[in-house]
């Protein structure tokens, strides 16, 4: 039997595929949009007129070359004057908003010092309010409307998106800055994960590399990870997905700051390898906020010689390859990024790992892993916040709900 597609849903959906074609290429030809779309050139011309007219898209011209002769052609480009939106993150002692137009370009940011781990409840959401309502401020006084926060947190968020349940920079769980945004400012909130945001942001970048199946791995004061399968983004039924820093390594081991013993962060993360490096007693060798440079420093003495230093950086090695061989059991080998911090001693951890690997049943077609580092985890962590923000924006828009700009002056049917 053939079903039948409604005019109004093809006309959606055509007009998705050109708005994430012009997201994806940035500023590309019709002719371009039609060779990766296969949608002909004249439903292209049509839909393109019509978002021009709704201030969705705007039109460019490039510039002629010596492989294009003739008439440059036009390109098309998202109208960064149709919306924005408002990327907040939160770490340990660290809260950063970035106000970002339709176009993906930066507007205006903030960045804060907190005491995290000191701060009551209400302290912290006040916070996350006041830094909101300054950008928001600074956007409206540039003409652009605001349709949706996307706030990252450095521990679990629940899977409706709203709250954090829990995080290793507080002791408050349960905290509800979703609804506290929604109320003060009249906007869509969703709270995701920062990992998972850093490997939404890894998709957009390089999507030959990281497209059905990856992993990002945060390595730095925690261990986190962003997990895509068959093309979808992990994440759990109660909460925002996988927590594989606080996976068991070593039954009763190492103090994790969790509270339990022996998780993968225990020995891998920078507070752990610091504790190592220095031989600090378990129960006490929580060094809270250690600097980059004094990280680099310490990779330095562990390439230098063959002291607890190293030692330090073969133990995080080894527990970060043998959780990624279970995973690997489960899911079979991926391309997997190694993020933040850490990823600057990836010399350092890479051999212990892949001989942690190699004894594993996921290890068994190690040659078909392949690891690729990217060292500043802030701007991967932002774009992945942006870019949810800014895809759900434009399937408001496919919809055929143009941006407040756009009616001012005219009836919208």
């Not at 839909?47 to 460019?60: C, F, G, R």
């Not at 401020?137 to 349709?147: E, F, L, N, V």
């Not at 080998?333 to 850490?342: D, E, K, N, Q, R």
């Amino acid at each position: 039997m053939t079903v039948g597609i409604r005019h109004d849903d093809l006309r959606r959906r055509n007009r998705a595929m050109v708005i994430s074609a012009v997201r994806r290429a940035r500023q590309p030809s019709r002719t371009e949009i039609a060779r990766t779309t296969g949608l002909s050139h004249s439903t292209i011309s049509a839909i393109a007129s019509d978002l021009i007219e709704e201030a969705i898209l705007t039109e460019t011209k490039g510039e002629p070359t010596a492989s294009k002769r003739g008439r440059p052609q036009v390109a098309l480009g998202l109208n960064p004057e149709a919306s924005s939106v408002v990327t907040i993150l939160l770490a340990l002692n660290a809260l950063s908003a970035t106000l970002i137009d339709y176009a993906g370009n930066i507007v205006a940011e903030e960045q804060r010092r907190l005491q995290t781990m000191t701060m009551g409840r209400d302290e912290l959401i006040a916070e996350a309010t006041g830094i909101v309502g300054r950008l928001l401020a600074r956007g409206g006084s540039a003409g652009r409307k605001a349709m949706r926060i996307s706030f990252a947190v450095q521990g679990v968020a629940n899977s409706g998106g709203t709250a954090m349940l829990w995080s290793p920079i507080t002791p408050h769980r349960d905290v509800r800055f979703g609804e506290a945004l929604e109320k003060a400012f009249g906007l869509p909130v969703t709270l995701e994960n920062d990992c998972n945001m850093m490997a939404v942001a890894l998709r957009w970048r390089d999507p030959d590399r990281y497209r059905d199946n990856f992993i990002s791995v945060l390595l730095s004061n925690g261990i986190g990870m962003g997990l895509f399968l068959n093309g979808e983004l992990f994440t759990g039924t109660q909460s925002s997905g996988g927590e594989f820093g606080h996976m068991i390594h070593v039954p009763n081991g190492d103090l994790c700051r969790c509270g339990r013993r022996g998780c993968i962060e225990a020995y891998a993360g920078n507070y752990a390898i610091w504790r190592n490096a220095r031989r600090l007693p378990d129960g006490d060798g929580f060094v809270a906020d250690i600097e980059d440079h004094d990280m680099m420093a310490l990779a330095e003495e562990a390439r230098s010689r063959d002291g607890p230093e190293r030692a330090a950086y073969r133990k995080a090695g080894e527990a970060i390859g043998f959780g990624l061989g279970s995973l690997f059991a489960l899911i079979d080998p991926a391309p997997v990024a190694m993020v933040g911090i850490g990823a600057r001693a990836f010399d350092l951890i890479e051999g212990p790992m892949r001989a942690a690997i190699a004894r594993t049943a996921g290890g068994q077609h190690e040659e078909a892993i392949s690891f690729a580092t990217e060292p500043d985890q802030l701007p991967l962590i932002r774009e992945g916040c942006a870019m949810r923000a800014l895809t759900f924006i434009d399937e408001i828009f496919a919809a055929g709900n143009p941006p407040a700009s756009a009616t001012h002056g005219r009836a919208v049917a």
